[in-house]
């Protein structure tokens, strides 16, 4: 079983999406759980991409290879999921400020929480605040992603924020923010709960303001 899956995992970090959809069908055909091809495969590929990106060894585009193989497979692996592990995802609202129209790293983001097991719900880009509140209070999400890739947006997750204690939601969902200009500091200023420069420190911050 580990060399199956550690077969996974390096389909994963050379970003071959064929070789990576073959490896993870010969993980199914060898009985193992997708829930573990997920965890101990596919994620685990992806956390080493995540440190080659951040040693400078690994680029942009090596990410996107890497993510697009492990969305492929997450693809593949969903309706083999039991329905009992799927509905224990903790949910997830994620999008876009208004006013930007960035998505990819918001997208690296989503296949990074679905492979952690996160329920996760893209609203897309240009979302406005009302839109990120009222997902917040009908989806019942546990956590909310807010992403701005622009120094003339970020203002506006902290008008979600804001709009959320308007709304009395603040309490019962935690807020991440994310975005090439930001910093912990704006996390603090804003009134988040936290903030991730990249995708794979994303799901290890959220785990980590959940206690999982």
Not at 48 to 62: C, Q, R, S, T, W
């Amino acid at each position: 079983m580990e060399k199956v899956l550690a077969q996974v995992k390096e389909a994963v970090i050379e970003g071959k999406r064929e070789e990576t959809l073959r490896r993870v069908a010969e993980a199914v055909e060898a009985g193992i759980e997708p829930s573990l091809v997920i965890s101990k495969g596919l994620t685990e590929g992806l956390y080493v991409v995540g440190d080659k990106f951040e040693e400078g060894e690994y680029f942009l585009p090596d990410m996107m290879l890497a993510a697009e193989a492990m969305n492929g497979a997450i693809d593949y692996l969903a309706p083999l999921i039991k329905k009992s592990e799927q509905d224990g995802g903790v949910r997830m609202v994620i999008g876009t400020v208004k006013g930007d129209l960035h998505s990819i790293g918001k997208d690296i983001v989503i296949m990074m929480m679905k492979s952690a097991g996160f329920d996760v719900i893209d609203l897309g880009v240009d979302v406005s605040s009302a839109t990120f509140v009222e997902a917040v209070r009908e989806k019942e999400a546990a956590v909310l992603g807010i992403s701005a890739l622009m120094t003339t947006t970020i203002q506006e997750q902290k008008k979600v924020i804001d709009l959320l204690k308007e709304k009395g939601l603040r309490e019962r969902v935690k807020v991440i923010v994310g975005g090439a200009p930001l910093s912990e500091e704006w996390a603090v200023k804003v009134g988040a709960d936290g903030y991730a420069p990249d995708a794979i420190s994303g799901v290890k911050k959220v785990k980590e303001m959940l206690g999982l």
